[in-house]
């Protein structure tokens, strides 16, 4: 079984920042990327920031230049700096890994429970 646990949510007002961290744990085999996706009432799912093992990140249009990601590879944890919050920033921030248990086969997802961000205006 593999967990993964976020933290570092909150309340914050526009213009200022919070950093999320993740952690996974449990019967991990090979993670080849983690990464966070977020949800606001009413919106779909969508991807914040992913960054693979080596290093290879991908952002959102609307996080560029404002947020960054890092993993610790040997921690099986990642993080998020997000700096210029905007209230268009709030929503349920979900953190994910990929976990690839056989080579040559795809990855599977697992999520987190998610961690709260509420950016006022």
């Known amino acids: 079984q593999v967990h993964v646990v976020e933290s570092g949510g909150g309340l914050v007002q526009a213009g200022g920042s919070l950093r999320l961290s993740c952690v996974a744990s449990?019967?991990?085999?090979?993670?080849?990327?983690m990464g966070w996706h977020r949800q606001a009432p009413g919106n779909q799912r969508e991807l914040v920031a992913r960054v693979t093992t080596d290093g290879s990140t991908n952002y959102a249009d609307s996080v560029k230049g404002r947020f960054t990601i890092s993993r610790d590879n040997a921690e099986n944890t990642v993080y998020l700096q997000m700096n210029g919050l905007t209230p268009e920033d709030t929503g349920v921030y979900y953190c994910?890994?990929?976990?690839?248990?056989?080579?040559?086969?795809?990855?599977?997802?697992?999520w987190g429970q998610g961690t709260q961000v509420t950016v006022s205006s």
């Open positions: 994910y890994i990929d976990d690839r248990r056989y080579s040559g086969t795809p990855p599977g997802r697992y």
């Open positions: 449990g019967n991990i085999f090979s993670i080849t990327a």
